[in-house]
């Protein structure tokens, strides 16, 4: 009975320390992990409205008109904000209204120069292929000085290949197009037409449809195929079930 006593108090001191370890280690379960403080950025700003369409025109030293451009421009520009300390992307429709145009024509280069508030500057080079007669939008060039702009803001490409066209017609892309020039700057055209070579007067020569245009006026033509080849099909599986049911009351 003796030995039985000494060994019920250690049995009790194991028990009573099972239970405090267990007592600790649910209660560091039941602590919730510290939460990270949620990142929040700023969402990006809503793109502007379709941009007006502008008419701008560059004349010779003899008073002639020399390039044509009809469009609507919208930049798309990345930069440092002065305010938000940080790289931000924005978007600005060009406002014909506020916008001033220069430039100067050569036998194989053509320049238009946009003017627009804020310091903005846009220019387009044109290029001809004297021996193909095959002209193209080569080279883009962007300065501009924002408010919120850390700094002014430059861009520059002269390597380009767009709005290819042919030496007295007209280059028109009714459809929006994205123009890529540098990595912090893209333009975006909007109902465009252009002839930077071989006018004749102050009137567009014929239009070479882009691209997108022709894929645009190439659905509706698939879909209307469609719909004469279903219509036909039809028709003449009438004519057959209508022919074989007059041949089957004959033989009656």
């Given at each position: ?38 990142q929040t950025t700023a969402p990006p700003p809503a793109p502007p409205a379709r941009p007006e369409r502008g008419n ?197």
């Amino acid at each position: 009975m003796k030995q039985h006593s000494r060994k019920q108090p250690l049995f009790l001191a194991f028990i009573a320390f099972l239970a405090v370890t267990l007592h600790q280690s649910f209660a560091a379960t039941d602590v919730p992990p510290t939460a990270a403080a949620p990142q929040t950025t700023a969402p990006p700003p809503a793109p502007p409205a379709r941009p007006e369409r502008g008419n701008y025109t560059v004349t010779n030293v003899n008073g002639t008109v020399c390039l044509m451009a009809r469009m609507g421009l919208q930049l798309n520009i990345r930069f440092s904000s002065a305010s938000l300390n940080n790289t931000v992307q924005d978007v600005l429709n060009l406002q014909p209204n506020v916008t001033k145009s220069s430039g100067s024509c050569d036998s194989d280069s053509a320049t238009l120069l946009l003017m627009a508030e804020e310091k903005t500057n846009l220019t387009f080079l044109f290029s001809l292929n004297a021996t193909s007669s095959k002209y193209h939008l080569s080279g883009v060039t962007l300065s501009a000085a924002w408010p919120d702009m850390s700094e002014p803001f430059s861009a520059s490409n002269s390597s380009l290949d767009y709005l290819r066209g042919t030496l007295g017609r007209s280059y028109m892309c009714r459809e929006e197009q994205t123009l890529a020039v540098a990595v912090n700057f893209s333009l975006n055209t909007f109902q465009l037409q252009v002839q930077p070579f071989g006018l004749t007067g102050d009137q567009f020569g014929a239009a070479e449809e882009c691209q997108l245009d022709e894929d645009d006026m190439l659905i509706p033509i698939i879909v209307g195929t469609a719909l004469a080849s279903l219509v036909l099909i039809v028709l003449v599986a009438y004519l057959i079930g209508r022919k074989r049911s007059h041949a089957g009351y004959q033989t009656i």
